[in-house]
Every structure is written in structure tokens, then in C-alpha cells.
């Protein structure tokens, strides 16, 4: 037992981070995998992608079909082998299975229907790799933009554009200031000016969307960051000077 606790974070942190790894290389190769989001998440995502600021967020929604395809992947090795991966993640998440659950296919998927302990691991997984890619600024950028390249696509952007030529902006719950200003410790995320200060934690005006509405980025707590006023005058004139409505004059 003592061994067991020894490396229990470690072995909780492979899981983690096997995974965490996966979805940043998906999102990061977001031109490739285009085209097979609507088979790892289903038909009619653009519109799940739009809903305004669902608890299960955008991302939660996104780990949660690619940690299961993983998983799947690896279930499907069983005829010929043991896949490593499956059994170090029950292993460590204290999932009870016997040798016959885990010979063939068919058996596991008998197994894991049945087995409570081994669908909330999942969930856990899912929960934990979220709270890891949460907190890291480059991975939300390129998800957040892959989210609006796709509802772009979809056209069902276009159709829910307000006049300005954007997603309509909507009032962001207390839940999603609170767990931003939370995550960014009450900085501007830019210049790391404090704003716990001088700005109320629940002052709409210093949450920016890190893909802009304009673009179709959603209106998900993954795509909100802390900005103070000077930073975010900033963020606006740059993307006013590289709008595909006013192409920047080529020299
Ligand atoms: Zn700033």
C-alpha cells in the first residue's frame, strides 16, 4: 500500500496528461481535424457550441467525446493485446475489473455499461484534464478559435449574426466572472496589472472573449479572459487594423 501512495500522483498525472497532451496535439492540428469533429462529437455541433454559457462548457463538451474516442481506440486493441493505457488508467483511478472483463472487446464493453466505478473515472478524468488545460492561455486561444473556425463553417453562425456581423453578446453569469477572475488571479492577462483593486470582480466591462464575437468565438467561460481597459483598447485596434473587412494595405 505504502508503494501504491508513493506514486499516486504520478500515476494520476500519466492519466491526466496522457490525454491533456492528445487533445492539445488535436486542437493544435486544427486543419486535419476539421473535418472530423462532427464524427467524434455528432451531428449538429455548431449549435451546441453556441449556446451561451452552459456550466458544461464548450470545452467539458469537447474532452468529453475525444477522452471516450480515445478510450474506445484502446478497447478496440483488446482482441490482440493488453493495452497499456486502459489498464494503468483503471489501475489508477481504482476501477475493479477481473482478467475477463478485459479479454476481449465485447466483454469490456459489457463491463464498463455496468460498472459505476469505471464511468465516474471517466468523468473524473474528463473533470481533471479540464482543470489542466483550463489554466493554460495558448491551448484556449487555439481551441476557442478551432470552436469558431467550425460554427463559421456550419453557417449557422451566419444565421444567428445580430446586424453588427457578429454572436449575440449576452450577460455573462457571476459563476464564469468569478471562476475567470479566479484563473487569472485578478490580473490583466496581458500585463499583469492587478486589477482586484480597482475593478469589482463582477464588472462586466474587464471580461474579453478571447476569440471575439465578431469572429464566432462563443460566449463559453473557456473563451473569457481578464483584460485591463488600456489592453483591451489594444486587443480591438489590432484586430480592427487586420479585419478581412479592411485589409491591411500591402507594400
Ligand atoms: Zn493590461
Known sequence: MADKRKFYYEARSFSIYYFANAVFNIVNDAGTYLRGIEDILGDMQALMLMRPFHRHTNLHHFLDGVVRELLEEEVERLDEEQPRFLVKFMQTYTVTYSQEDISNEEAFFDFS???ERYQASVD???DEVFHVL??????LESFNDLCATYI????FGERLKTRSGQLKRVAIPKWAKRAVFHRDKGECRECKRSL?????QLDTERYDHIIPLAKFGANDVTNLQLLCEPCNLKKAARLQRVSPL???AIL
Not at 482586484?196 to 469589482?200: G, I, Y
Open 113 to 115: 455499461a455496468q460498472s
Open 246 to 248: 479592411h485589409p491591411k
Open 196 to 200: 482586484a483593486a480597482t475593478v469589482n
Open 134 to 139: 483550463f489554466n493554460d492561455a495558448r491551448f
Open 124 to 126: 473524473e478524468l474528463i
Open 152 to 155: 463559421d463553417l456550419s453557417g
